[in-house]
């Protein structure tokens, strides 16, 4: 589903539930990992994109005055009510342990939304490894900033996300899920570089090539007893190569120590450090559309994880052998597993025209393997958290030096762009664009577009800060 219909589903079912429309509706989508397994808590890197399936939430302050968040989820789990009054811990039910760690660090940092009606709907597949629960803490984030008008700074709103997964779920993950989630661009894979936390946005726009996700529909429970003891089998090859994390080791210093650590140990940081050079060369392989070679970089990847890190499974291979016997010539240039293992996703580099052929196969010889029914769907690097209705009920005009962008409902509709809410001086000036404001202006060029407005109507110009936000807040 687009997000446009999405938004409109959720709004109606939130006033199914509670009575009145939602005041705002948010997104945060979920991810897939192209290459980068298990690097991020080593210092590594990693090369995901967000993909458009979202966690939607839409809200409106509680009418009772309650200090208390009510969750409702559109799938029909438990509610939630989480109350402001008393101290946040994890509780039941346990699905909303996740927005339960957001709010308790937004509250730490004074940041307070007060009583809240809300309701979830996610349209990213649960346990499937394509980060659902991510997608859940970075849109409860993006909604209490719309909320609160009071925004973080995008790695310190990843990183809270990030404790909230290890506080309140108990998930020792690293920084990848929630990066990604909150940064994520359309048309672009983030390189990001889990030490310094610095990113490099890699173009993925050749409508030629595309995502292929399979989702084998198993989920092995082993998942998260067995990360942590990955997290600790790595630390303990670092601290026996005398490094500070396996980022800082070489294929050649493990080589030399290997008599000094068990084979398992030795496995696993041979695992991390050869994904970390593939990850690197996936990068440079892109930029210059050199799909074969991304495509072997990732058949290397699946062998590494499988063999060296233990983390496929029986029905992962057998999505990635499939892959390598439609091969090239039926269209997937490389396939491996995604995510952290134990079943889940696959994701596939593939010729977008060879996707119907390749899915009709995929379908046939997995089921004919497993005895499973596995889902697919093919994708292209989606843009990262969205506010998609915003706080200011009453319109205002714009003053002239205000910009007030990014506190703009921002709706797109049919083949020219409206914007509504607080700026009717916004939209009256998009009218007075020749030839309007055509979607293709929508992204990158929205940037030059802001600035030529402003310009045009002397409303002051708009700082790099809000021209960052206005891209974010728009509506794919
Ligand atoms: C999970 C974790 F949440 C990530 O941080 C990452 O470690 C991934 O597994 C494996 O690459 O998704």
């Excluded at 004074?110 to 009583?115: D, E, F, R």
């Excluded at 009717?424 to 802001?450: K, T, W």
């Amino acid at each position: 589903m687009k997000l446009n219909d999405l938004v409109d589903r959720v709004g109606q079912e939130f006033e199914q539930i509670y009575g009145r429309s939602p005041r705002w509706i948010v997104a945060a989508p979920g991810r897939v990992n192209v290459i980068g397994e298990h690097t991020d808590y080593n210092d590594g890197f990693v090369l995901p994109m967000a993909i458009d399936r979202y966690a939607v939430l839409a809200a409106d302050s509680r009418t009772d005055g309650k200090n208390v968040i009510r969750f409702h989820d559109a799938s029909g789990a438990e509610p939630a009510f989480i109350n402001l009054s008393a101290p946040i811990t994890p509780g039941t039910p346990k699905w909303a342990n996740y927005p339960r760690g957001v709010i308790a660090g937004y509250l730490a940092r004074g940041i307070n939304p007060g009583g809240l009606d809300v309701l979830l709907h996610s349209t990213v597949p649960l346990g499937g490894g394509l980060s659902s629960s991510a997608a859940l803490e970075v849109s409860t984030a993006t909604l209490l900033e719309n909320v609160t008008g009071k925004k973080l700074d995008p790695v310190e709103k990843a990183l809270l996300c990030q404790k909230a997964e290890h506080d309140f779920a108990g998930v020792p993950c690293g920084i990848m899920d929630q990066f990604i989630s909150v940064m994520g661009q359309e048309n672009h894979l983030l390189l990001l570089d889990c030490r310094s936390r610095k990113t490099q946005l890699v173009p993925m726009d050749d409508p030629a090539i595309g995502l292929f996700i399979v989702n084998s529909n198993v989920r092995h429970e082993l998942g998260n007893s067995e990360y942590a003891k990955r997290r600790a089998q790595c630390e303990s090859a670092a601290k026996i190569l005398g490094v500070p994390s396996l980022r800082d080791a070489t294929a050649v210093d493990l080589e030399n120590a290997r008599s000094k650590m068990s084979d398992v140990v030795f496995r696993r940081a041979r695992h991390v450090i050869s994904e970390i050079e593939r990850t690197i060369h996936a990068a440079e392989g892109l930029r210059a559309s050199n799909w074969t070679t991304v495509g072997q970089l990732m058949y290397a990847s699946h062998r590494s994880l499988r063999d060296d890190y233990e983390v496929s499974c029986r029905e992962l291979d057998a999505i990635v052998e499939i892959s390598e016997s439609i091969g090239i010539k039926g269209g997937i240039y490389g396939c491996r597993m995604t995510g952290g293992g134990f079943g889940g996703c696959t994701v596939a580099l593939v010729k977008t025209e060879a996707v119907p052929g390749i899915s009709k196969k995929m379908a046939e010889d997995y089921k004919a393997k497993t005895g499973i029914d596995a889902s697919m769907f093919v994708t292209r690097p989606a843009s990262g958290a969205v506010i998609l209705k915003s706080r200011r009920a009453q319109s205002q005009p714009l003053q002239p030096g205000r910009t007030g962008w990014d506190e703009e409902e921002q709706l797109r509709s049919g083949p020219v762009a409206r914007f509504r809410g607080r700026g009717p001086s916004i939209a009256e000036a998009c009218s007075h664009v020749p030839g309007g404001l055509h979607p293709r202006m929508i992204g990158q060029d929205n940037f030059a577009f802001a600035g030529h407005f402003f310009q045009r109507h002397r409303l002051g110009s708009v700082s790099p800060r809000r021209h960052h936000h206005a891209k974010n807040t728009l509506v794919n």
